[in-house]
Structures are given as C-alpha cells and as structure tokens.
C-alpha cells in the first residue's frame, strides 16, 4: 500500500517564448516524479497521443513540446497525496499559472482529465479559453487511443494557427 506523503511538485515546466497552448496535469505520477518528467510512465497514453496528433514518430519530448510551440506543466504546486492517485489530493497549492502566463504567446489552456480541470476551475483565474481534455491515464480504459487522439486535436488547431 501506499503512503501517503507531502510532495512539492519536483521539476520545473517545458516552455519557451513561442509556446502558443498550455497542457496541464493535475500532479506528477510516482513514476514522473522519480524520472523528473511529465507523463513518464509507460501505461500513460499521453506521449503516443500527441506523436500521434502530430504524425511523428516518438522522439525527445522537450524538443517535441518546443517544436510544435506546446508548453507543459501541472496545476499543482504542493499536496498531499497517496502514490499517484488524483481521488487521494489533499491540501492543494497551486502552481504560478498566470504568471508562467505573462507576456507569452499561449492562446488556450488544456486540462488533462477530471481532477485537472476541476482543480483548474477552482483555483486559477485567467481569462485564456480554458478546454478540459480526457485522461490519458491508462485507469481512464474506457477511451481508446483513437478517441484520445480525436478529443486531443483541437490542440493541434491551436498550436498550427497563425496570428
């Protein structure tokens, strides 16, 4: 089982000046948080989602997030939380969204399942289009990859438009 434990969020976000969308998780798996990188385990269909998005195959992702203007990050800063699971989140601290935000080119903010959105909704105030995504988690069995990748597309319009 479990414990249950206090963790600051452990690693810094992906972004650049060109970044045009925001992607948000809510916290840091066990497995991203011992390999200091978002959505690293390999049950989580996050990464072949947007490779898939894209049309490319799997490559080095900070380079991928820049390349296609993506900015990653999660909502939470600090918590309280059991191994991975979102449903145990407790005594939130959020992370500097808006101020990640200033003085950027990101036009739209995606949130990636449940938790991340309501988190999201409840503690950030900002006025970019805020689009709440399905998980890509593996527990989330019942949206297959091609459903995945057709919800995630609208993120491909964002980062494809031209000013």
């Known amino acids: 089982m479990a414990e249950t434990q206090k963790v600051v969020h452990p690693f810094a ?6 970044s045009r969308v ?6 840091p798996s066990v497995i991203s ?8 385990n390999p ?9 898939a998005l894209f049309e490319e195959e799997p490559c080095e992702r900070t380079e991928f997030c820049h390349r296609h203007h993506i900015a990653l990050w999660d909502v939470i800063h600090s918590c ?11 005594d939130v601290k959020v992370n500097d969204i808006n101020g990640l935000l200033k003085d950027s080119e990101v036009r739209a903010v995606f949130t990636t399942g449940t938790r991340a959105s309501s988190l999201y909704e409840k503690y950030i105030d900002c006025k970019l289009v805020h689009i709440a995504l399905p998980s890509t988690s593996s527990a989330n069995a019942r949206m297959k990859m091609d459903d995945l990748v057709n919800a995630y597309r609208i993120i ?4 494809d438009e031209k000013d």
């Not at 925001?22 to 916290?27: C, D, P, V």
Request: hydrophobic share 40%; aromatic share 18%; with cysteine.
């Open 33 to 40: 948080r011992q390999q200091s990188f978002y959505y690293a």
């Open 80 to 90: 309280t939380i059991t191994g991975s699971s979102d449903a145990s989140i407790k």
């Open 13 to 18: 976000p992906i972004v650049d000046a060109h």
């Open 43 to 51: 049950h989580n269909r996050f990464w072949p989602v947007l490779f």
């Open 22 to 27: 925001l992607i948000l998780g809510s916290f």
């Open 156 to 159: 491909r319009e964002y980062c």
